[in-house]
């Protein structure tokens, strides 16, 4: 089974501080992505990477940025975390690369991140 | 620009009631529809691909179908439990990115 993983459930931070969230896949999957999921939002893509040093923006790319060093790790972060990116953190990957059309998505469990 | 719509917004059904979710897009040029079931709290648990040139996929109680020209996708569920209790959304692909509707609430009463 394709396992995505990310390093916290739950996360608590204050305003200004930098924030570090984590994903993990296992199936040597060429696209992995960030979602931050909000109610009455949706899921709304932050950023996408389609091979290891390469990223794209998504819809909402303002106040974060990426990185992904090797294949199987894609990384968010948070410059100077605000109130208003208190929300659900949705990491996933799919098989493809390139800007080819997505294949199946798999997602992790998600980070609840409040920021206060 | 692409737009995904799910109605009704929730549903609630007596056990083992067959029933039909919907999912409409507004542009027809994709690649393929996921479907998705996510728990409270929780990610998103894939459960059916279907890739543009095919029309219906099928997963145990499961089946989605898809038309592309109307922009329609429905997911049927068959002889309902109360486990099936969850949020189920709709994603498309087309070029470079997919698109999400809000999601069907779907609570399965014993």
């Known amino acids: 089974d394709v396992k995505v993983t990310q390093s916290s459930r739950y996360l608590v931070k204050r305003t200004g501080e930098k924030v570090f969230l984590e994903c993990v896949q296992d199936m040597d999957h060429e696209n992995m992505f960030w979602y931050r999921q909000d109610p009455g939002l949706g899921l709304r893509l932050i950023y996408f990477s389609y091979d290891v040093k390469m990223k794209e923006k998504g819809d909402i790319p303002e106040g974060y940025s990426v990185s992904r060093e090797k294949k199987e790790r894609f990384s968010l972060i948070l410059e100077s975390a605000s109130t208003n990116q208190t929300s659900m953190y949705l990491c996933?990957?799919?098989?493809?690369?390139?800007?080819?059309?997505?294949?199946?998505?798999?997602f992790g469990p998600g980070t609840r991140l409040t920021v206060l | 620009k692409q737009e995904v719509t799910q109605i009704p917004a929730a549903l609630s059904v007596p056990e083992g009631e067959n029933l039909v979710l919907n999912c409409s897009f507004t542009?027809?040029?994709?690649?393929?529809l996921q479907w998705f079931r996510q728990d409270p709290g929780k990610g998103l648990t894939s459960l059916l691909l279907?890739?543009?040139?095919?029309r219906e996929q099928t997963s145990g109680r499961l089946n989605a179908s898809l038309d592309k020209s109307s922009g329609r996708s429905t997911l049927y569920i068959a002889a309902s439990q109360p486990g099936d209790s969850a949020t189920y959304l709709c994603?498309?692909?087309?070029?470079?990115?997919?698109?999400f509707g809000d999601g069907t609430t779907l609570t399965v009463k014993p």
């Open positions: 279907i890739q543009s040139s095919q």
């Open positions: 994603a498309v692909s087309g070029e470079g990115k997919s698109t």
């Open positions: 996933a990957s799919s098989s493809g690369g390139g800007r080819a059309p997505y294949n199946e998505q798999f």
């Open positions: 542009d027809s040029a994709i690649y393929n």
